[in-house]
């Protein structure tokens, strides 16, 4: 079955630490986004890609970093440079127009 | 930015109720669409509706859609406490480059 993975479902980091979440999926599309969800809110776009090899920063980029070497792939990279990076984080992807295809989501806490 | 804003924030009902949930957006979009939420999980998608479009049904639920107004509305007929999760709205701009922004959701709560 054709889906996204987010991996690991729980996070734990120490302050100070970078910390990579993973983001793959095998629906063959294009676009892959990363938001951010605190407590009883919305979600916030940090960034999102088109295409491989390209990606555009969102609302609440600063701290946070991605790459797209990959069509499948799009991890998340949450610096220390990010205030307050304990949240669920949620990946999704999607073709041109259509809906957004979310994985489950990753809680990280930095302690 | 939140581009969506949703009405009510929370929403309490019976079973069998229709509930309706409301959007807002400030610029121009190609289309909206809503999701569903369930505690601690990813979202799944409900409905999408183009900008050119100003009704759109799927099973009980009904979505309108005013550009005039900038606004949407999602009602849910004959609700079940199956219903009982947070909806959030996302809007793509026109020309947003395949950028989808969301509101802060109505969490929804069917009692039985």
């Known amino acids: 079955d054709g889906g996204i993975t987010q991996s690991p479902k729980y996070l734990f980091r120490k302050e100070g630490q970078n910390v990579t979440l993973s983001c793959e999926q095998n629906?063959?599309?294009?676009?892959m986004y990363w938001y951010r969800q605190d407590p009883g809110q919305g979600l916030r776009l940090i960034y999102y890609?088109?295409?491989?090899?390209?990606?555009q920063k969102g609302d609440i980029a600063e701290g946070y970093s991605v790459s797209r070497e990959k069509k499948e792939s799009f991890p998340l990279t949450v610096t220390s440079a990010q205030k307050n990076p304990t949240a669920f984080y949620l990946c999704a992807s999607r073709t041109d127009n259509s809906p957004l295809h979310f994985g489950n989501g990753t809680r990280l806490t930095v302690t | 930015s939140q581009q969506g804003e949703e009405d009510p924030q929370a929403l309490s009902i019976q079973e069998g109720e229709n509930a309706t949930m409301n959007c807002s957006y400030k610029t121009s979009i190609n289309n909206l669409q809503w999701y569903r939420q369930n505690s601690g999980r990813g979202l799944v998608h409900l409905i999408l509706i183009r900008s050119n479009e100003r009704e759109k049904h799927s099973g009980r639920l009904r979505v309108t859609l005013d550009t005039s107004k900038k606004s949407s509305s999602l009602l849910i007929t004959a609700s079940r406490a199956a219903d009982t999760a947070s909806y959030f709205c996302a809007t793509e701009e026109s020309g947003g480059y395949n950028k989808l922004i969301f509101g802060a959701g109505t969490r929804l709560a069917v009692h039985p």
């Open positions: 629906l063959n599309h294009d676009a």
């Open positions: 890609s088109q295409i491989v090899n390209d990606f």
